[in-house]
């Protein structure tokens, strides 16, 4: 077949670069043969041998690749497809291989003549043979430790729990932190809690019955404390925590594009270590004026101290991570 695409041409040019030479850097003594089996699709590539070896040893390694023994194995020897020589299980196994005069690139078949053979049928090879366990119900439900186990768990604490509604609520959640971490609006459904993270809002009626179940237990002091912001005034230098970041007040008050009730304090750092510019994303509403895109940032009062904080160095180093919005 005559070869005209030039694609295929340089293709075939670049494969067969320099196999005329390819042998000659090996010991003269030295010979690579490919082996390859009638019960078996695998081939061996390119095996190495001395011309000194005997039959027995090629008859040894092929036992060694395929399973067939030596007893068994009739050997045809092939040259560019056709076969120049047989050797049959009988032949004396101490001849040399140089007395076959062969040649780098050789292919030695074997004929496997044992009819009880491991190979044939595709018994080393064709996994489809393979008898598979599978575990029945009965004993998967008796096992610890297993995602149905956990699921049953779930269940017990929660009537509601399914792995779908489970496996939903994870992906929502997810894309709530990444759009957190570039300082994108929220979806629908999360707002910040007061470490600066996205969680999942409660629907009116959870909300209803959670405030009464916290104000038989409990009078809320806390939350008050959170949203004190007695001595918090615009224009005073501040230091929000964690992370020990400086800067000036520059807004205080409610902010409903995050929450409906409490207190946020706008900072306007020092350095570009905010997550936004003084402008609430949803309304976009500016609450503040900032130097750049991620000057500002809406804190928690507790976060907070005001007082004789000087600007730092802007090569102290400091952490990132603050509990705001």
Known sequence: MVIKNKDLLALKAYVMARD?????????????????HSNLKQQHVEIRFYLSDTLETLRSRIHQKTGTSHAFQ????????????EIPPSYDENTQLGYFSLEHGMRVHCLDLDPHSGSKGGQYEDTSLVKRYVMSEEDYEKRKGTLRDWGRQQKEKDSTFTLQKHAKEHRELNEAKRQAKFGLELPSGFEYDENGNPQRVLVEEEKGSKKEETANTTNNNDDDDDDDTTGIEVGLRCEVQPGGRRGRVAFVG??????SDGSWVGVV?????????????KSGKQYFQTPGKNYGGFVKPKNI????????????????????L
């Open 20 to 36: 005329e030479v390819q042998y000659d850097n090996l010991p003269s003594d030295m010979i690579l043969l490919d082996l390859t």
């Open 74 to 85: 009739h050997l045809q020897i092939y040259g560019s497809n056709v076969c120049l020589l």
């Open 254 to 259: 409610t902010v409903p594009e995050i929450s």
């Open 269 to 281: 750092f020092d350095e570009p270590v905010g997550k936004m510019d003084g402008t609430a994303s």
């Open 305 to 324: 101290k005001v007082g004789d904080y000087p600007e730092r160095d802007i090569f102290d180093d400091e952490d990132s991570s603050d509990d705001e």
